[in-house]
């Protein structure tokens, strides 16, 4: 199903009541048609490069947008970013942490990976939605990609 | 031929007339005397005489003008002398003579004392005695005879004398001359000496350190008790020997010769060593040495030991001590950073981990109540919005927790603040709410201090903000901010007339999540004060406050002059 439509966003998120918030938010907007998830660093690296249990490999120029956690099961988000940053078929592919850390580190190592986005998702809900909402309105529609 | 002379004679040179008309005749003249009685009218005839024999005659005159003197002058002196002067008969013993100063000494007149004898006067002899005494010289097999006895005085009293007795024979006298000394003085001038004798040697035999005195070339002339205890020798075993042989262990004589021969080429010498006693026991002494003068010239050294072995070992001890005790600092160091890091490690696990579950609560409550909220009755959205309004307290309580535990963690920067600048530009941003618009905000002109911007900064922000929260109730809300300078700090102060709060609770005031009112009253999670006593606590401040229930509150916080790094 998601193979027949080009994928705009991926979301490496292990915690699936977030995606699910995310997912939520994203529908009522009406922008989450387009969008996969993948639940830790492996799959999202497997699934971006057609690899493991993702042979069909996706249409890169057609993605928008990566959402992508920090703390994450076997390759955490860093190491996520550092490979899509080095390799030359993924490095143009807008990067947006969203993570519950606001750990100093966290965030100048992630900007000097060279994300293209740091947000902290808000505990209370109202707050979570219009995050969300302003991210996908911001990189689906506003952001020009690279073409 | 020759020319007779006649001469008037003074009737007192009688004596002397054969020696004048002799000495005359030598020259040429024959003389014949007249007394001085006789003499009338040869006057004129005399004074015709030559010159020559004018001055003989005069000269015999003075001669005999000079013996006289001289035996006046004799007697004078042997009355006088500061010598007690005795002559007596041989025989009899009995005085002939005593002198003035022996007289006096006595108090006997010479009266009496022609009725004594020595014996008399010399208690501590008998008779058989004196006279075993006064043989030798008698029969002249001595000279004189040198010796210390007492005398006593006519009042029973006695002195030491010391005395010099001689025997002469003189035409048909044989007497004794002795010439005695009283030594009184002199004996008090010796027991004197004695004494100070005494005193330095009891002073050196049982001084509590060993002391050794030494010739010029290192012998031992004498050692104290102590000496004996310390290092085993005897005075016997160790006069004559070479101190460095006695107690300087063989792989240390190098520092032993420098050390004599610093002293005795006159230096003295301190210092702390290791030395051996009689069985070859090594101990650390501490070492004193100097020269000892004696008119100028060097004439022995001394040098004094103390075992100071105890010492040294507590020296050691303690060195061990400090070593195992920056060890355990070292060691507690390594365990205070493991286990910061293990908060930190915590603090980020809390802030991720406990979120995601509050977001999913809050999240999917809020969910409910929109997209079902025509199938909740009223109960239901109650129930919903209370969950919605505990998950997002909960969130803020764990931001709240991070913020004060990163606060704890903060590297003070110090630099020089404008206090009242800064107090002034927090009130400002704090005041943007209409309600605190009429609030009195009173700030003197407070010191400034060096302290670290920020972290004073989120003081005052949240010391003011309590000021105004506080003071919300009132229609005349005001607050009040000064300064006082003393030795080591500048104590700040914030006043407001606000709520206050019950003094008996002051000692929960900085605690976390400390709270003295209520939520309904005034909102709050009870982590301002504790943020901000741990700040003042990192510049090695002090904070403490003052109030009244419903009457305001004052808080003071003092930051010394120079803080010291945490």
Known sequence: MHNIEPVEIIIVEDNLSDAELILHTLKKEKIANKLLIAEDGAEALDLLFGKGAYPNKINLSALKVIFLDLKLPKINGLE????????????HIPVVILTSSNQDPDIK???ELG???????????????????KMGFYWLLVNEKMK | MKEKLKLIIPDNLKESA???????????????????????????????????????????????????????????SIENSQNEIYIFDAETLKFRYVNRGARENLGYSMEQLTELTPLDLKPEFTHTLFLKLIRPLKNKTLKIHHFKTVHKRADGSLYPVEVNLQYYEFEEYREFLAVIQDITERIKAEEEIQTQHAYLDSLIATAPEAIVILDNSDKVIRINNEFTKIFGY????????????????????????????????????????????????????????????FNKNQIAVYAIYRDISEKKLAELEIKSLNESLERKVEERTAQLIAANKELEAFAYSVSHDLRAPLRAINGYTNILLEDYNNILDDEGKH???????????????????????????????????????LVSSVFYELTNEDYSKNIKFHVSKIHDVKCDLMLIKQVWINLISNAIKFTSHKTQPEITINSTKSKNEIIYTIRDNGAGFDMQYKNKLFGVFQRLHSNRDFEGNGVGLAIVNRIIKMHNGNIWAESELNNGATFYFSLPFHVDKK
């Not at chain 2, 004018?54 to 006046?72: G, P, T, W």
């Not at chain 2, 919903?384 to 606060?407: A, E, H, P």
Request: with cysteine; proline share 2%.
């Open chain 2, 383 to 421: 129930l919903t919005s209370v969950i919605i309004q505990s998950s997002k307290k909960m969130g803020q309580l764990i931001d709240d927790l991070l913020r004060f535990s990163r606060f704890g963690r903060a590297e003070i920067s110090l630099q020089n603040v404008n206090m009242k600048e």
């Open chain 2, 234 to 293: 005897k005075q016997t075993d160790a006069v004559g020997c070479q101190i460095n042989d006695l107690i300087v262990p063989e792989r240390l004589k190098n520092e032993g010769l420098k050390a004599t021969l610093d002293v005795t080429s006159g230096k003295s010498i301190s210092f702390e060593s290791i030395r051996k006693n009689k069985n070859g026991k090594e101990f650390w002494v501490s070492v004193l040495g100097s020269p000892i003068f």
């Open chain 1, 115 to 133: 994300v293209n986005s740091y947000v902290v998702k808000p505990v209370v809900f109202s707050d979570f939605k219009n995050v969300v909402q």
């Open chain 1, 80 to 91: 996520v970013l550092k490979e899509l940053k080095e390799n030359p078929l993924t490095k």
């Open chain 1, 109 to 111: 190592k992630a900007y």
């Open chain 2, 18 to 76: 054969s020696t004048i008309s002799s000495l005359l005749l030598q020259h040429g003249y024959e003389t014949e005397f007249i007394l001085e009685k006789e003499y009338q009218l040869l006057n004129d005839k005399i004074l015709k005489e030559s010159e020559l024999t004018r001055r003989a005659l005069l000269s015999i005159i003075e001669d005999e003008r000079l013996a006289n003197m001289e035996k006046k002058l004799l007697s004078y």
